[in-house]
T-cell receptor, first 114, second 113 residues
Framework: KQEVTQIPAALSVPEGENLVLNCSFT??????LQWFRQDPGKGLTSLLL?????REQTSGRLNASLDKSSGRSTLYIAASQPGDSATYLC?????????????FGEGTQLTVNP | NAGVTQTPKFQVLKTGQSMTLQCAQD?????MSWYRQDPGMGLRLIHY???????DQGEVPNGYNVSRSTTEDFPLRLLSAAPSQTSVYFC????????????FGPGTRLTVT
């Protein structure tokens, strides 16, 4: 059974710092890995989707990498801003389950201090 | 496009009551799903559907029913609410298959007393 782990559970950084969030998964037979952002009391917003054949994806100040063989992904946030404060979730779409099902990690709660 | 909408936003039920959480999407997505989010447990899949008339169980289906009569709507029914069903419920939709981005609704916060 696929399991997804995110470390650390919480992170507090000063504004302007570059930071890395980590995600690991136990079964490397995946279609893709997705990173989401969740603001307090809100739904999830998709940030990046990395297909299993890709090594990384970039969107603005965000860069996500994928090492499928080692079961790891990182989300790099450059020049962090207070508006980046949120919970970041990673999820994998596994080949062991049908089609579009996602398995989520518990998230990293990020606070960027002005 | 409104995207994925959910109603109600908040709900308080007494143990044993029943209710339906509504979910609708206007993106013509085949795949729709329901998750619950609990502290320390992340998001867990309750039920999902790959098209009208087709539903299947996820990881934690007990105590919940679903049906899919149209492409747009995917309601989640609690048959007899229990305190263990206190949670935040999210509906999501996407095109069916691998490598499609999933879109989430704003959530319904349910408390069962």
């Amino acid at each position: 059974k696929q399991e997804v782990t995110q470390i650390p559970a919480a992170l507090s950084v000063p504004e302007g710092e570059n930071l890395v969030l980590n995600c690991s998964f136990t079964d490397s037979a995946i279609y893709n890995l997705q990173w989401f952002r969740q603001d307090p009391g809100k739904g999830l917003t998709s940030l990046l989707l990395i297909q299993s054949s890709q090594r990384e994806q970039t969107s603005g100040r965000l860069n996500a990498s994928l090492d499928k063989s080692s079961g790891r992904s990182t989300l790099y946030i450059a020049a962090s801003q207070p508006g980046d404060s949120a919970t970041y979730l990673c999820a994998v779409q596994s080949k062991e389950t049908s089609g579009s099902r996602l398995t989520f990690g518990e998230g990293t709660q990020l606070t960027v201090n002005p | 496009n409104a995207g994925v909408t959910q109603t109600p936003k908040f709900q308080v039920l007494k143990t044993g009551q029943s209710m339906t959480l509504q979910c609708a999407q206007d993106m013509n997505h085949e795949y729709m799903s329901w998750y619950r989010q609990d502290p320390g447990m992340g998001l867990r899949l309750i039920h999902y559907s790959v098209g009208a008339g087709i539903t299947d169980q996820g990881e934690v289906p007990n105590g919940y029913n679903v049906s899919r009569s149209t492409t747009e709507d995917f309601p989640l029914r609690l048959l007899s609410a229990a305190p263990s069903q206190t949670s935040v419920y999210f509906c999501a939709s996407s095109s069916w298959g691998a490598n499609y981005e999933q879109y989430f609704g704003p959530g319904t916060r349910l408390t069962v007393t």
